[in-house]
């Protein structure tokens, strides 16, 4: 299942950069391959996470992932070289994809903290950033924290006591509530 595809984004990336750089014809395919990088921005930086933390599919080609773990080549890099620009749930490993799902595919928790760390203007379109060293490691931080916030709620979700409640049988009462009552029924 896709998560999230640059082509998605691509158009609006695209509009944006021919403004933003007032070009009125067709563009170089240098010019192109910066547009699909900007197509490609926010879903390569949670893939650059999901690679830096060891959470990639098994059939991820790890050399590849060491090229972005040791910075040679940007998460949007690596997502248009080896994932045709798409983000898949088989890039992730399956252990981690309730994760995925929760923060960055339901909702907006990812794209939130996506423009609280790369933007500097709330106003500034999502196709228009192309984020720091300094950005990124702020968003890591917060992809970090929800992180380690989902896997606590999901532990103490699993970890919770059941109890069960037969309507037949009143809970017998304990400590001083208990004693009164048991005084007041005659036992």
Known sequence: MAIDQA?????SAKELYLKTHSI???LTEKQEEE???FAAEHIGLFM???IERGFEGEDSDKEECEKVRSGQLSGAEYLLKNCDGKLWDDDIRED???FVESYYGNGNDYLDDYYDCCTNDDDKPLYGVKCSEADYLRLKDKIDKAYEKFTYEQTAAREEPQTTVHRSQP???TGIWGKILNKLKGK
Do not use: D, M, N, S
């Open 171 to 173: 809970a017998e009462k």
């Open 24 to 26: 009125t014809g067709e």
């Open 7 to 11: 082509e998605w984004h691509y158009e």
């Open 48 to 50: 650059r996470w999901i």
């Open 35 to 37: 547009v699909w990088l």
């Open 96 to 98: 981690i994809l309730p």
